[in-house]
T-cell receptor, first 115, second 110 residues
Framework: EPEVTQTPSHQVTQMGQEVILRCVPISNHLYFYWYRQILGQKVEFLVSFYNNEISEKSEIFDDQFSVERPDGSNFTLKIRSTKLEDSAMYFC?????????????FGPGTRLTVT | KQEVTQIPAALSVPEGENLVLNCSFTDSAIYNLQWFRQDPGKGLTSLLLIQSSQREQTSGRLNASLDKSSGRSTLYIAASQPGDSATYLCAGNNFNKFYFGSGTKLNVKP
């Protein structure tokens, strides 16, 4: 069964460094998403992406964040200058609107630790 | 903004019990509602998706219902097993993004 994959599974970085989290959505999906989950808190929406542009973003998704689909398979989340509070699990998801359901399929997540 | 609440926050039951997890949401203009399972330190596994036009969905021992007018969804787990122990999340979809509840942490004791 097709699945969303994410790399790396765990990333440790120092405060102020740039990180890029990578995702490979399901191949025939058209909408892509990033969510984050701070330890012990709710899963929070960050951004959705369709047709090579951001379709919606939350107030969390400020200028420090950016997303890109650099080729036909990868979808990346970049954090330019990481802060301690960026430490969280980051989930990528994708969906296939053609089915009319907007059911989202989630990847296993990347645990980001900022020290 | 959609707010999703899950009750109870934690639940411990003996193996074999039938149980109900509750989810409520504030905005009835929900497009669909999805239930997920999350194991500790892991990702989200989709369990059931209910479209706004549907009232329930079933998969094996799981049954999820949706009542948009009252802003409620329930996940019914029949004949619970220790392997069902996990955190169960509900998420309401307003077209293009999900709003998640805090989850119900389920422990099924052998």
């Amino acid at each position: 069964e097709p699945e969303v994959t994410q790399t790396p599974s765990h990333q440790v970085t120092q405060m102020g460094q740039e990180v890029i989290l990578r995702c490979v959505p399901i191949s025939n999906h058209l909408y892509f998403y990033w969510y984050r989950q701070i330890l012990g808190q709710k899963v929070e929406f960050l951004v959705s992406f369709y047709n090579n542009e951001i379709s919606e973003k939350s107030e969390i998704f400020d200028d420090q964040f950016s997303v890109e689909r650099p080729d036909g398979s990868n979808f990346t989340l970049k954090i330019r200058s990481t802060k301690l509070e960026d430490s969280a699990m980051y989930f990528c998801a994708s969906s296939e609107p053609g089915r009319g359901l907007y059911e989202q399929y989630f990847g296993p997540g990347t645990r980001l630790t900022v020290t | 903004k959609q707010e999703v609440t899950q009750i109870p926050a934690a639940l411990s039951v003996p193996e074999g019990e039938n149980l109900v997890l509750n989810c409520s949401f504030t905005d009835s203009a929900i497009y669909n509602l999805q239930w997920f399972r999350q194991d500790p330190g892991k990702g989200l596994t989709s369990l059931l998706l209910i479209q706004s036009s549907q009232r329930e969905q079933t998969s094996g021992r799981l049954n999820a219902s949706l009542d948009k007018s009252s802003g409620r969804s329930t996940l019914y787990i029949a004949a619970s097993q220790p392997g069902d122990s996990a955190t169960y999340l509900c998420a309401g979809n307003n077209f293009n993004k999900f709003y998640f509840g805090s989850g119900t942490k389920l422990n099924v004791k052998p």
